[in-house]
T-cell receptor
Framework: NAGVTQTPKFQVLKTGQSMTLQCAQD?????MYWYRQDPGMGLRLIYY???????DKGEVPNGYNVSRLNKREFSLRLESAAPSQTSVYFC???????????FGEGSRLTVL | QKEVEQDPGPLSVPEGAIVSLNCTYS??????FMWYRQYSRKGPELLMY????GNKEDGRFTAQVDKSSKYISLFIRDSQPSDSATYLC????????????FGSGTRLLVRP
């Protein structure tokens, strides 16, 4: 059982380049989330999708876009990367109930 | 002021010690309280979940919530080197679409 799978695991970009982080879950979860984790800041919500076909902004959405491609997949796009977007990005999903989030292993992004 | 405050540590204890980890929060609407454990270069995984006030015990782990003081705790008894990780508190509220607000995490090191 793969759970939540994120690709790529590592990426180095130059300022101004674009890229898409991919996330897929095989647990038939309705809700999916993108968080970023920075030292001393904890996990901060970028965007989320409560159900297929809907997306909403979280705490730190500026500079990002998302697409809920289908129930399994939720992608995060950086249109013009900035050094401030250097971070570890986590995708998560939940079926609801207790709200337990299941996380992927993270995507480490460095913007030079 | 952050909504959720957590001492970043690191906290270093000898094997077998009792560990106390804490978070304070400011939003009285929080009803769901969680502790996640995160090993180095991995995604967070749910350790304990509590709804509203009270205590919950699971093996060597006890979670406490004091809503009157806006204070939550995680106790680890008979700590083991395998408990060495970063512990993140997380909170949510009713009708939040399971969006979690995380503390910044406390890094714990259990010395053999």
């Amino acid at each position: 059982n793969a759970g939540v799978t994120q690709t790529p695991k590592f990426q180095v970009l130059k300022t101004g380049q674009s890229m898409t982080l991919q996330c897929a879950q095989d647990m038939n979860h309705n809700s999916m989330y993108w968080y970023r984790q920075d030292p001393g800041m904890g996990l901060r919500l970028i965007y989320y999708s409560a159900s297929e076909g809907t997306t909403d902004k979280g705490e730190v959405p500026n500079g990002y876009n998302v697409s809920r491609l289908n129930k399994r997949e939720f992608s995060l796009r950086l249109e013009s990367a900035a050094p401030s977007q250097t971070s570890v990005y986590f995708c998560a999903s939940t079926t609801g109930g207790t709200g337990e989030l299941f996380f992927g292993e993270g995507s480490r992004l460095t913007v030079l | 002021q952050k909504e959720v405050e957590q001492d970043p540590g690191p906290l270093s204890v000898p094997e077998g010690a009792i560990v106390s980890l804490n978070c304070t929060y400011s939003n009285s609407a929080f009803q769901y309280f969680m502790w996640y454990r995160q090993y180095s270069r991995k995604g967070p995984e749910l350790l304990m979940y509590t709804y509203s006030s009270g205590n919950k015990e699971d093996g060597r782990f006890t979670a406490q919530v004091d809503k009157s003081s806006k204070y939550i705790s995680l106790f680890i008894r008979d700590s083991q080197p395998s408990d060495s990780a970063t512990y993140l508190c997380a909170m949510s509220w009713v009708d939040s679409s399971y969006k979690l607000i995380f503390g910044s995490g406390t890094r714990l090191l259990v010395r053999p």
